[in-house]
């Protein structure tokens, strides 16, 4: 990595802890600036624009956390195996860079295009690769695929919002908690019937 690259991979850590912290709207170049200790006018050797700058930080983490996935499934096959993978891998990520979590949570709808369009290709590259992991499963069908799949991302992009790592432990811990409940919920044997569905006994 060269001089160049390594200041703006530090650029970027800045900007996410500034989005993060402040929110794109109410965050500016000055602000930025002053978090990787940069002038304003230096700030632009790495960027167009403040949006440039949240396209970069976006891209960045979809591309770097599918290259994690893609790396660490090629190597596990069975399916139990492959959705802890899915867990621990996207857990360990951002729990190593949560502002990057934020800002993709809470920032992302800020992105304009063309950049958004961009984003949104990487998104789904992303989501098929989990979506993937959970169509091996033969109690899931076609109906139900997207449903588990958002209900997987539900549980794991919101992470920052209530966890603490004195209580919930470390990325593996929580990942086996995670995927034991995704597997087999609170009540395994328990059917839910909605009340519009249950029979009544005769009045």
Not at 126 to 151: D, H, N, Q, W
Request: hydrophobic share 35%.
């Amino acid at each position: 990595m060269t001089g160049y690259e390594q200041r703006r991979e530090q650029v970027l850590d800045g900007c996410a802890h500034v989005f993060a912290e402040k929110g794109y709207d109410s965050a500016s170049i000055r602000d930025i600036a002053k978090a990787v200790k940069m002038s304003s006018g230096g700030l632009y050797h790495y960027c167009i624009n403040k949006q440039d700058l949240l396209f970069q930080v976006c891209e960045r983490a979809f591309r770097s956390l599918t290259a994690r996935l893609d790396e660490a499934l090629s190597s596990v096959h069975e399916p139990k195996e492959r959705l802890y993978t899915v867990f621990a891998t996207h857990l360990a990520y951002f729990l190593e860079r949560p502002h990057e979590l934020i800002t993709l949570t809470e920032n992302l709808s800020s992105l304009e295009p063309p950049g958004s369009g961009k984003i949104r290709t990487l998104q789904r590259r992303y989501y098929e690769v989990v979506s993937g992991v959970l169509k091996s499963f033969p109690e899931i069908t076609e109906e139900s695929l997207r449903v588990a799949t958002m209900t997987l991302f539900g549980s794991i992009n919101w992470v920052h919002t209530w966890y603490r790592r004195d209580v919930d432990g470390d990325a593996e811990n929580l990942a086996r908690v995670m995927t034991d409940l995704f597997l087999h919920g609170l009540a395994p044997s328990y059917q839910y019937v909605p009340p519009s569905e249950q029979e009544t006994g005769p009045n």
